[in-house]
């Protein structure tokens, strides 16, 4: 088995000699002309702004759309009575719907339960927290969900859920 060490069947990584075969003729015209590209009429120095591509004449222009005037709502929390910073980081309340920190949230299930060596609470997705079990805790890969809390309900919404979602999809 041999080979140059340069991996594949070295035909596609052999070195061409590079010859051009009219140089006198090309000294003349951009390089692009000579393959067939842009002649030198089109030619175009960098920097002279973009050309826009034709478009069909029934085709409009694409115009963002404008956010709606309505702001973010500013709360605060009703747990620890501190403001809700970045509001799309909260979640809401079982009781009343309001907006809650989410750490707040899990101080609260740690508080209520009894956790054992290997336990922690985390946000499992869908409005549902859980006890995680990890056999090994420095290998995360390994782990047993010992109990789930349905936090928030799918089919009721917060208020400020509905306003901010409003905020960030426009279109």
């Known amino acids: 088995m041999g080979g140059s060490g340069r991996g594949g069947d070295n035909r596609g990584n052999r070195r061409k000699p590079s010859r051009r075969r009219d140089w006198e003729n090309s000294q003349a015209q951009p390089r692009d002309a000579q393959k067939g590209g842009k002649k030198p009429a089109d030619f175009q120095p960098a920097g002279e702004g973009k050309q826009e591509k034709p478009r069909g004449p029934d085709r409009p222009r694409w115009t963002p ?3 709606p005037a309505i702001s973010i709502p500013q709360t605060t929390c009703p747990w620890c009575e501190k403001p809700i910073k970045d509001i799309t980081l909260a979640i809401c309340e079982p009781d009343s719907g309001m907006p809650v920190h989410f750490d707040c949230v899990i101080n609260r299930i740690v508080e209520r339960e009894i956790l054992e060596s290997g336990d922690t609470v985390s946000y499992i997705g869908g409005g549902r927290f859980g006890i ?3 056999n090994n805790p420095p290998d995360t890969r390994d782990f047993r969900i010992k ?17 901010i979602s409003d905020h960030y999809s426009v279109t």
Do not use: D, N
């Not at 109990?147 to 306003?163: D, P, Q």
């Open 147 to 163: 109990k789930i809390f349905e936090w928030e309900k799918k089919e009721s919404r917060g208020e400020w859920r509905v306003t």
């Open 132 to 134: 995680i079990h990890y």
């Open 65 to 67: 759309p404008k956010p």
